[in-house]
Every structure is written in C-alpha cells, then in structure tokens.
C-alpha cells in the first residue's frame, strides 16, 4: 500500500482474502485456508514449547512466499477460468499442502535434535565426573537421535522447501547440524573408550602402585584420541559448510556447535599429546633424567621464583625415582659462562645468569631459562639431562594436598592448609639459621615428593584436577628437546607467546633487595585502550605495588636491610612491562613524576623497566603512555600473560571505543557499558581478549 501511495489504515480490497478470491479460490476454500494457518500457527508454537523455538523458523518464510505468489498472481490479474489461473491455483494448494505435510516431520527432527543436544550434555557431565561408562551410554543414544533427525530431514516430503530462498539455506543448514551431531557421536565414544584405558582398574584406578605407570595403555590411549579428534574436525567440517542466511535461533545453534566443537578437538589433541608426553617422560624405551627446580615466589623472579632447592629424577620403564633432593647451596660450580641466545647474554649477563644457577630464571620465557639451567648443568656436572621441571610453592602445596600431611619434629604437622604461611614465612621467624630452616624445608620437600613417586592414587581425578590447575597457573613448567612442541600444545612450557598484529601485555617483578619481602607484595595492574581514533590509538598502563610489611619485629632474612644504607621493609624491585615490539612508550611517569626508563628487547617483545623502590607499608605506582597496535579496523585482540607469584595480580581491562559504533562480538568475559568494554579481575593464568566493532550499517 505504502508503495502505490496509500495509506495502511485504509479498508480495501488487497488482503489475501480477496486476492484468492480474484484468482479463483471460493469463499469456503479461503475459509479453510485460514482455519488452517491458524492451526498450524498454534501447532508450531505449541511444539516450540517442546523443541525448542525451531519449529517457529520455517512458519514465516513458508508463508511469507505464499503470500508473495498470491500477490504476483492478482497482479497479473488472471482470469478465474484461465489455464494460467487453474495452475496457479493448484500450485499453490500444492505448496501449501507440502508445507503442511512437512512440518510435522521438521518439528519431530527437532525435537529429535533436541534430545541429542541433552544427551550430550548428560554425557559431557558425566565424562568430567570420570563416569565413563555412563558418558559413553549417553554419547550413542545422542548419536541415534542426531541421526533419526538427519534421515527425516533428508526425506523427500522436505524437498521443495530446499528449492526455497532462506527456507532452503535453514534447512540445509539444520541437515548440517544433525550430520555434524551425527559424526561427533562416534567420535565421542572414541575419546570415552581411549579414557577408559587409563581408568579402568589396572591402570590408574589402583594400577598407579609404587609410582608404576603401565605404558602400553597410554600408547593405545594417544591413537584414540587422535582419532577421535579426527572424527570430530570431520563433523566440524560439515557444520561449517553451511551457508546462505541462516535465521536465528538456528545461527546461534551452529556459532554454539562450532565453538563448542573447535574446544573438544582441542581438548582431544591435549589428551593425545598428555597421553604420548607421560611414556616419555617416565623413561619409557629408554631411561632419561630430569633436572628438579623448586622456586620460592616470596623473592620473585621472572618464572616465578629465586631458585631455592633442585633434586635430580631418574625416570626407567615407566617409574621415576628421586636420585637427590638439595639445597641451592649444593648447586655444582660452572667454570664461566654457557652458549644462550644473544637477547637472553645482552640482558642478563649483569646478573650472572649463564653461570649462576640462582639468576638463569630472570627471563619470563622458561624454555630459554630452562636451556641455560640444562647446559650449566652439563658444564658443572658432565651430566647430560633430557628436561627441566619447575615447580613452585603453590605448586608444591597443590602436591601436598595429594599426598597428604607430613609431619616435621620441628614444625609439628604441615598440609595444604598451613603450608604456604609455615613455610615461605614462619620458618624464616623460627628458624633464624639458613642451615636450620633449610633442612626442615628440605625434609618437607623429599617428604612430598618420596610420597608422590611411590604413591598409589585410586582415582585418575585425584591426580588430574590439581595437576591441571598447576599447569594452567604456571605453578608447574616444563622443557625438554625431544618434546617441545607437544609441551607447548600441552599449555606447560611457560613460554613467552605473543601473536602477531595483536596487543600483549605482561608484567615481571624480580627482587633486588635480597630478602623475601615480596610474601607481603600487592600488585595491581590496570591497562586503558583508546580506539576512538582508529589511526592513533592509545594505551595508558597503571602498575601500582603495595607493600604491607613492617620494618621492623621480623628477622632480617625476610625484612632487611641487605646493606646499611637502606631501610628495613623496602621492597626494592626490578619492574618490567613486556610490549608488543612496536607498541613504543611515549611517557613514562613514576608516582606521578616524569621518569626515565631502561628499554630493551626480548623475544621479538619491548621491555620497559625501571627499579622501583618502596617503603614498608607504602605503595609505588608507574604509569606508561603506549601506541598499542591495531591492524585490522574493527578488531582488536589483547593476550595478557601473568607471572606466577604468591599473590596474584588484579587487572583491569578498558577498552574504549569509537562513538555509535556497534560492538559486534566481544571475548574474554568482558562487559560494555556505553562504549566501554571492561574487565576486571585477579589474573591467576593467561587471558586473550577479543573485541569486534563497527558501524551500525
């Protein structure tokens, strides 16, 4: 109407009533035809309730071109008694009984596909909770729902919808979901039955006995989950070749299935590659030796901590056995300096860190600290070792947890619960003599891990879930030649990653005080990106550290002074801010005041650092002006990676866009208010941000 120039309030002779009318249709059948798409209507959104809103999608492209036909039909004004006219007519009669006829079967593939969907999430459920015979149950019965909704799609009454534009592109595109859930059914059973070789009960379920792990079950369990997840990128690979205008909720059911997907191949690849790394390293084919690093986060260094006792694990057929556990005193000496990458010498040398087993971990990267730990070793010793393998306090706490309390002559019972306050600052207070408080230390630590190399462990969980933590808050850090790749995969390399094009962001303190002031340690970090000016974006970086030790009441050993020039309680501490390599900064400030800064680079990564110096009980902030990049207009990714330390850090993420724009998409957890994207939050493992903007049209 609005297009002849009339007004749609109006009464007139063009509704459809009437156009069937003039194109040959009589009153009683138009009748019908009403009842009927009131009929259908209700039906559709009574099976929503029951399938979910998928029924309702092809109701209005369905009627939308009937009504298009009975429009184009009237204006050509066809005669009721015409040929043209009767097959006109009859087509659309014919249309609209297909559609009829087909609509209760796409409402039952729905359903069907909706029972798929909760089976496996029943199965899912209970693959976490170790229940694997169960999850395998509900895998298949998923699977037999995705295919009965496959094959009804498939059938022939659905074929002239497929014919249909929008229509046929959802179609097609539901076929597609129930082919994907269809593959990914066998696939998840593959993954269940390779799970199922490490917990049925001669492996890990009672078969971890005397810190004997079986080989053969882990080999067979790498090749199913490698197939399983070349199962499942099939069934990604169906869902993705969709296309066409898909409508909602159907789009967001495949975004789902694609991201949800893409995660289970990963974690299959994960599994595979834990599954081959453990034969390795317990010594399978051939005995291999580990060089044990335990760092103490109360005197920060880049990976986490000052080096404060190593042992040596010899790793034969599938055991490990603990060959010695000592001091940092016990280090052998290196007669001068070993090869390093020309960065890591250009940096670090100051420090001593080709030659001092103490300082080789003042880079954030591990493999490279870990390679000049290797050879020093070598150099030392004439040893030859195949790996390196950190672990932390915290670390060791979550170890503790697993192996149970230990109790100390001296220090009474120690559990996960004391642990981390007896022994990274009780002991310093009780036991002034390094040589004392050392060897408590160090009967606490042979202690956990004796227990741990020869323990029996009934559920795979109880080993799984704290290792996993470890590994994911960089508690536990891993390198080896032989494996490196796979380490990598696997999230325990510890290494410094940073995508190309995109903003990064990592912040490093090292103690230069020479005490363990940094028990009492706050750091705050807050991070401001400007993109209302697409061409010169800007970033602002606040670090703010706190100190809440005293200066004095506590032994010199945690406090200071180190020298008589300085104050007890001052957390004299080496901060560095890792950029992208062109990122530049442009100002720097120190608690409010111009300052210079010492710049340099690393791993294809800029380095700005400053030492900073804080009184007990006060707080320093730096603050540093940026040029973040952005090279695709409308996007922009962040990767955020933390340094292990006793407390975590807090972060907080800005990210200020251009006026009007629509935020497309956003990940990482982040919410908008206007447009401002924030997060915020402690930063206890890696973060990657994500955020997709536009004009509105």
Same mark, same amino acid.
């Given at each position: 109407?609005?297009?002849?120039?009339?007004?749609?309030?109006?009464?007139?002779?063009?509704?459809?009533?009437?156009?069937?009318?003039?194109?040959? &249709?009589?009153?009683?059948?138009?009748?019908?035809?009403?009842?009927?798409?009131?009929?259908?209507?209700?039906?559709?959104?009574?099976?929503?309730?029951?399938?979910?809103?998928?029924?309702?999608?092809?109701?209005?492209?369905?009627?939308?071109?009937?009504?298009?036909?009975?429009?184009?039909?009237?204006?050509?004004?066809?005669?009721?008694?015409?040929?043209?006219?009767?097959?006109?007519?009859?087509?659309?009669?014919?249309?609209?009984?297909?559609?009829?006829?087909?609509?209760?079967?796409?409402?039952?593939?729905?359903?069907?596909?909706?029972?798929?969907?909760?089976?496996?999430?029943?199965?899912?459920?209970?693959?976490?909770?170790?229940?694997?015979?169960?999850?395998?149950?509900?895998?298949?019965?998923?699977?037999?729902?995705?295919?009965?909704?496959?094959?009804?799609?498939?059938?022939?009454?659905?074929?002239?919808?497929?014919?249909?534009?929008?229509?046929?592109?959802?179609?097609?595109?539901?076929?597609?979901?129930?082919?994907?859930?269809?593959?990914?059914?066998?696939?998840?059973?593959?993954?269940?039955?390779?799970? /199922?070789?490490?917990?049925?009960?001669?492996?890990?379920?009672?078969?971890?006995?005397?810190?004997?792990?079986?080989?053969?079950?882990?080999?067979?369990?790498?090749?199913?989950?490698?197939?399983?997840?070349?199962?499942?990128?099939?069934?990604?690979?169906?869902?993705?070749?969709?296309?066409?205008?898909?409508?909602?909720?159907?789009?967001?059911?495949?975004?789902? &299935?694609?991201?949800?997907?893409?995660?289970?191949?990963?974690?299959?690849?994960?599994?595979?590659?834990?599954?081959?790394?453990?034969?390795?390293? &317990?010594?399978?084919?051939?005995?291999?030796?580990?060089?044990?690093?335990?760092?103490?986060?109360?005197?920060?260094?880049?990976?986490?901590?000052?080096?404060?006792?190593?042992?040596?694990?010899?790793?034969?057929?599938?055991?490990?056995?603990?060959?010695?556990?000592?001091?940092?005193?016990?280090?052998?000496?290196?007669?001068?300096?070993?090869?390093?990458?020309?960065?890591?010498?250009?940096?670090?040398?100051?420090?001593?860190?080709?030659?001092?087993?103490?300082?080789?971990?003042?880079?954030?990267?591990?493999?490279?600290?870990?390679?000049?730990?290797?050879?020093?070793?070598?150099?030392?010793?004439?040893?030859?070792?195949?790996?390196?393998?950190?672990?932390?306090?915290?670390?060791?706490?979550?170890?503790?947890?697993?192996?149970?309390?230990?109790?100390?002559?001296?220090?009474?019972?120690?559990?996960?619960?004391?642990?981390?306050?007896?022994?990274?600052?009780?002991?310093?207070?009780? &036991?002034?003599?390094?040589?004392?408080?050392?060897?408590?230390?160090?009967?606490?630590?042979?202690?956990?891990?004796?227990?741990?190399?020869?323990?029996?462990?009934?559920?795979?969980?109880?080993?799984?879930?704290?290792?996993?933590?470890?590994?994911?808050?960089?508690?536990?850090?891993?390198?080896?030649?032989?494996?490196?790749?796979?380490?990598?995969?696997?999230?325990?390399?510890?290494?410094? /990653?940073?995508?190309?094009?995109?903003?990064?962001?990592?912040?490093?303190?090292?103690?230069?005080?020479?005490?363990?002031?940094?028990?009492?340690?706050?750091?705050?970090?807050?991070?401001?990106?400007?993109?209302?000016?697409?061409?010169?974006?800007?970033?602002?970086?606040?670090?703010?550290?706190?100190?809440?030790?005293?200066?004095?009441?506590?032994?010199?050993?945690?406090?200071?002074?180190?020298?008589?020039?300085?104050?007890?309680?001052?957390?004299?501490?080496?901060?560095?801010?890792?950029?992208?390599?062109?990122?530049?900064?442009?100002?720097?400030?120190?608690?409010?005041?111009?300052?210079?800064?010492?710049?340099?680079?690393?791993?294809?990564?800029?380095?700005?650092?400053?030492?900073?110096?804080?009184?007990?009980?006060?707080?320093?902030?730096?603050?540093?002006?940026?040029?973040?990049?952005?090279?695709?207009?409308?996007?922009?990714?962040?990767?955020?990676?933390?340094?292990?330390?006793?407390?975590?850090?807090?972060?907080?993420?800005?990210?200020?866009?251009?006026?009007?724009?629509?935020?497309?998409?956003?990940?990482?957890?982040?919410?908008?208010?206007?447009?401002?994207?924030?997060?915020?939050?402690?930063?206890?493992?890696?973060?990657?941000?994500?955020?997709?903007?536009?004009?509105?049209?």
């Amino acid at each position: 109407r609005l297009s002849t120039g009339r007004q749609p309030t109006k009464p007139g002779l063009d509704h459809l009533s009437h156009r069937l009318y003039r194109i040959g &249709f009589g009153r009683r059948k138009i009748a019908m035809l009403h009842g009927l798409t009131a009929m259908i209507g209700t039906g559709a959104v009574l099976a929503s309730s029951i399938t979910g809103p998928n029924a309702l999608i092809a109701l209005p492209v369905l009627y939308g071109f009937f009504a298009l036909a009975i429009v184009v039909a009237d204006h050509r004004k066809l005669a009721v008694r015409s040929r043209r006219g009767r097959i006109i007519k009859y087509a659309l009669l014919a249309v609209l009984a297909l559609g009829l006829l087909a609509a209760p079967t796409v409402a039952r593939a729905a359903w069907e596909m909706r029972g798929a969907q909760q089976e496996f999430a029943q199965a899912i459920a209970a693959t976490k909770s170790f229940q694997l015979d169960t999850a395998q149950q509900h895998f298949l019965r998923g699977g037999r729902l995705a295919e009965q909704a496959k094959a009804r799609l498939e059938m022939w009454i659905t074929l002239p919808a497929r014919y249909i534009p929008i229509a046929g592109d959802n179609l097609r595109a539901a076929e597609a979901l129930a082919e994907g859930a269809t593959l990914a059914a066998p696939a998840a059973t593959t993954a269940v039955q390779a799970a /199922q070789k490490l917990g049925g009960p001669e492996v890990l379920q009672g078969g971890f006995s005397a810190g004997q792990i079986p080989i053969d079950p882990l080999v067979e369990a790498a090749s199913g989950f490698e197939s399983a997840a070349t199962q499942a990128e099939l069934a990604l690979s169906a869902v993705e070749a969709s296309g066409g205008f898909i409508l909602p909720p159907l789009s967001g059911a495949k975004a789902d &299935f694609i991201t949800e997907m893409q995660d289970a191949i990963d974690s299959l690849h994960n599994a595979g590659d834990a599954a081959t790394l453990m034969p390795y390293v &317990f010594g399978a084919g051939e005995p291999r030796t580990w060089l044990l690093i335990i760092q103490n986060p109360v005197e920060l260094r880049a990976t986490g901590g000052f080096i404060g006792a190593f042992g040596i694990l010899n790793a034969s057929d599938g055991q490990l056995s603990l060959e010695r556990f000592d001091d940092n005193r016990e280090f052998p000496q290196v007669p001068g300096p070993v090869d390093a990458p020309e960065d890591f010498a250009e940096n670090y040398d100051r420090y001593a860190s080709r030659s001092n087993f103490r300082n080789a971990n003042m880079t954030p990267d591990f493999p490279t600290a870990a390679g000049v730990l290797s050879k020093m070793w070598r150099s030392g010793t004439g040893r030859t070792i195949d790996g390196v393998i950190a672990v932390d306090a915290v670390g060791l706490n979550y170890l503790l947890g697993l192996v149970g309390p230990v109790t100390s002559a001296e220090m009474g019972e120690i559990n996960s619960d004391n642990f981390l306050k007896l022994a990274l600052n009780e002991a310093y207070i009780r &036991f002034p003599a390094k040589e004392q408080r050392s060897s408590v230390l160090l009967e606490v630590g042979r202690e956990v891990w004796s227990r741990l190399l020869g323990g029996n462990f009934p559920e795979a969980r109880q080993m799984i879930e704290p290792l996993g933590e470890m590994v994911t808050t960089k508690r536990l850090q891993m390198w080896s030649p032989g494996q490196q790749e796979r380490i990598e995969r696997l999230g325990l390399s510890g290494e410094l /990653q940073h995508n190309e094009g995109d903003d990064y962001l990592l912040l490093v303190g090292q103690n230069a005080g020479a005490n363990k002031i940094d028990y009492y340690a706050e750091r705050t970090l807050s991070y401001r990106v400007d993109l209302r000016d697409p061409q010169n974006p800007a970033g602002e970086l606040t670090v703010q550290i706190q100190t809440n030790a005293p200066d004095s009441g506590l032994p010199r050993y945690i406090i200071g002074p180190y020298s008589p020039e300085v104050p007890a309680g001052l957390n004299r501490t080496i901060t560095s801010i890792y950029l992208p390599e062109f990122a530049g900064v442009t100002e720097a400030t120190v608690n409010g005041e111009p300052s210079s800064i010492e710049t340099f680079e690393e791993k294809g990564l800029s380095v700005a650092s400053k030492v900073l110096d804080i009184l007990a009980g006060e707080t320093a902030t730096m603050s540093l002006s940026t040029r973040p990049p952005v090279d695709d207009p409308g996007i922009y990714r962040l990767k955020v990676q933390q340094q292990p330390t006793l407390n975590p850090d807090r972060f907080k993420l800005d990210v200020v866009l251009p006026e009007g724009v629509l935020v497309h998409g956003t990940s990482g957890g982040m919410q908008q208010q206007g447009n401002v994207l924030t997060w915020s939050g402690d930063l206890e493992r890696a973060h990657e941000f994500e955020v997709r903007y536009g004009p509105w049209l």
